[in-house]
C-alpha cells in the first residue's frame, strides 16, 4: 500500500522557469493539501483540493503560483517564473476525509531556484 | 488566529537521557494536538496526537498530554536514542477546520 507518493524529489531550476510539482495521494484519498517548508521555519498550508475542485487555497501566492487536482491523474502544484525567494520544500499531504486528523505526508519536493 | 508556539532549538541530548520539548498553543474552541517528526531528508510524520482535554498521546515511547488549563502539548521522552535524531513539530486543527498549524519544529540531536 503506497504511500504519499511526490515527485520529483529534488528540482533545479534558473529564474524565470517553470516548476511542476506532482503529488499522487494514498489510495482511496479524495483530499488533497499542499504545504510549503521554507528553511528553519514549519510548514505553512497553502492550498486544499478534491478532485476536480479547488476548497480553500488562502495560503497560496496569488500571482505565479496554481494548483490542480485532476479527475484522473495526481495533483500538480505549478510555480510560473520562479524567483529564489520559491526555493523551498512543497509538502503534499492527503487524507480519506474532510477533517483530517493526522495528515500522511510525501516525502516532499525540495525545489531549488538558481 | 491560531498560533502554535515551540521551544527553540536545536536541543543536543547524550543517549538515554530524559527529552521534554515544550509546546504551547493559542486557538478558539476545542482544538486536536499532534506531534509531527520529521527525519533527515524525508517527510513529516505523525508521531502522536491527543483529541481532547487530559488525552494523553503515545507512540514510540514518546507521550504529550493535552493541558487545556495551560494551553500545553509537551512533548517527553524518558530515554532518547541516537535513531531519535530529528526536527519535531506540534501542530494543532481546529474544530471542524482542515489547515494545520504548525510549529516553527524543534531540532533534536542525541550523542552517543
Known amino acids: 500500500n503506497a504511500g504519499v507518493m511526490q515527485n520529483p524529489r529534488h528540482l533545479v531550476r534558473r529564474r524565470g522557469q517553470e516548476a511542476r510539482l506532482r503529488c499522487s495521494p494514498m489510495?482511496?484519498?479524495?483530499?488533497v493539501y499542499w504545504y510549503r517548508q521554507l528553511p528553519e521555519e514549519g510548514l505553512k498550508f497553502m492550498v486544499y483540493?478534491?478532485?476536480?475542485?479547488?476548497?480553500?487555497e488562502s495560503g497560496m501566492p496569488k500571482e505565479r503560483f496554481s494548483a490542480e487536482f485532476p479527475k484522473e491523474g495526481p495533483s500538480i502544484l505549478r510555480i510560473q517564473q520562479v524567483v529564489r525567494g520559491d526555493s523551498a520544500a512543497y509538502f503534499c499531504?492527503?487524507?480519506?476525509?474532510?477533517?483530517?486528523?493526522?495528515?500522511?505526508f510525501g516525502s516532499g519536493t525540495r525545489l531549488t531556484v538558481v | 488566529g491560531d498560533s502554535v508556539t515551540q521551544m527553540e532549538g536545536p536541543v543536543t541530548l547524550s543517549e538515554e537521557a530524559f527529552l521534554t520539548i515544550n509546546c504551547t498553543y493559542t486557538?478558539?474552541?476545542?482544538?486536536?494536538l499532534f506531534w509531527y517528526v520529521q527525519y533527515p531528508g524525508e517527510g513529516l510524520q505523525l508521531l502522536l496526537k491527543?483529541?481532547?482535554?487530559?488525552d494523553k498521546g503515545s507512540n514510540k515511547g514518546f507521550e504529550a498530554t493535552y493541558r487545556k488549563e495551560t494551553t500545553s502539548f509537551h512533548l517527553e521522552k524518558g530515554s532518547v536514542q541516537v535513531s531519535d535524531s530529528a526536527v519535531y513539530f506540534c501542530?494543532?486543527?481546529?474544530?471542524?477546520?482542515?489547515?494545520?498549524?504548525f510549529g516553527a519544529g524543534t531540532r533534536l540531536f542525541v550523542k552517543a
Open positions: 499531504a492527503s487524507s480519506p476525509t474532510e477533517n483530517p486528523y493526522g495528515y500522511t
Open positions: 489510495k482511496g484519498h479524495s483530499h
Open positions: 483540493l478534491q478532485k476536480e475542485n479547488i476548497i480553500d
Open positions: 486557538a478558539t474552541g476545542y482544538p486536536s
Open positions: 491527543a483529541t481532547k482535554a487530559d
Open positions: 501542530a494543532l486543527l481546529n474544530t471542524g477546520g482542515f489547515k494545520t498549524i
